[in-house]
């Protein structure tokens, strides 16, 4: 090969200056097919429920034991005489949603919770007949988790009589999200067995164990989504959210522990999810407890948190009402 084999560095590059090959250059862009579209994240599942006009729908919101905040706001409902015509929830949120749609006051979860976490004798009991590793595996080559809990057995022991095992059996109809963890997306439930999509939607990593229904493994659905407003977008008139993602619950200027790293982490990050996903879909009525200074595990300090989010139910009280009124008075 010689010199003259390539262009100068003076040559106009693919004959610039030639009519007839600038021609044929156009005419090959343009025969040319557009690049394919980024494949769209994985929508949500619209719950089949049919919407009237005079529905208010209830979103609980993910939290740990701060959604224990939940509880006035499903009282001040319950003393309003105003029911729900549908229910979505994540994590927290779906499981106390589940008791609730299954027809169980709020009060009488109230009662429930207070006497189980009050009792920590059987709250450990029930963790070690939930927990799926060993403190042996430590040691092992696979290095398991040994505080890891299968969440069918944690949840159903903690759980009040009455819950019921099928959607079609509640009295209100509910949709669970959970996150798919392959798809990297929402799934949405509405149908079908009730424990396990709920005990998905409450899987934390690290904490409780993945759940697998029909091929997908599934986990908590505060990944995607922590106050699922978009599960019941076009289902009911007026929307009802309750957020207790709140700030994270170390205090300033403390540094936290490895364990408290991982899960102020997970509040931080839930927290600016939801703050983005709430303003592209605000509810008629946002709820933010005033929990902050709870952690996502502190379960032992229910009578606190309920107390920091009893000033809710009069709030509750008096926007829906209001809301309400606006709409009849239309």
């Known amino acids: 090969m010689t010199s003259d084999d ?3 560095e003076n040559a106009s590059p693919a004959n610039t200056d030639d009519p007839a090959a600038a021609r044929a250059r156009r005419a090959r862009l343009a025969r040319r097919k557009p690049a394919a579209a980024m494949p769209e994240a994985p929508a949500y599942a619209e719950p089949q429920i049919e919407r009237e006009d005079d529905t208010l729908a209830l979103v609980l919101g993910s939290g740990g034991a701060r959604g224990l905040a939940h509880l006035p706001v499903l009282e001040a409902l319950d003393e309003l005489g105003v029911v729900p015509s549908i229910v979505a929830g994540t994590s927290i949120g779906a499981l106390i949603g589940a008791a609730y749609a299954s027809g169980i006051s709020a009060r009488e979860i109230r009662l429930h919770l207070v006497h189980t976490f009050r009792d920590r004798a059987g709250m450990l009991q029930k963790l070690l007949a939930a927990r799926v590793g060993r403190f042996s595996d430590l040691l092992s080559a696979g290095l398991g988790n040994p505080v890891l809990v299968d969440g069918q057995t944690l949840f159903s022991a903690f759980l009040p009589e009455g819950l019921k095992s099928d959607f079609a059996e509640l009295k209100i109809p509910l949709a669970v999200l959970a996150t798919d963890f392959h798809a990297r997306g929402p799934a949405v439930f509405t149908s079908g067995p009730l424990l396990p999509p709920v005990a998905a939607s409450a899987a934390v990593p690290g904490l409780v164990r993945p759940v697998e229904i029909d091929g997908r493994v599934l986990i908590d659905g505060a990944v995607v989504d922590p106050v699922p407003v978009a599960c019941v977008v076009g289902k009911a008139r007026y929307v009802l959210a309750v957020d207790v993602t709140g700030r994270a619950s170390i205090r300033d200027g403390l540094v936290p522990t490895a364990l408290e790293a991982t899960l102020a982490a997970a509040q931080i990050m839930q927290a600016v999810i939801s703050a983005e996903k709430l303003r592209q879909r605000p509810p008629d009525i946002l709820v933010q ?15 606190a948190i309920l107390h920091a989010s009893e000033p809710v139910k009069d709030e509750v009280k008096r926007r829906v009402t209001a809301l309400l009124d606006v709409r009849t008075s239309a």
């Open 6 to 8: 390539f262009p100068s």
């Open 289 to 303: 407890p005033r929990v902050d200074g709870f952690g996502i595990l502190d379960f032992l300090h229910t009578h």
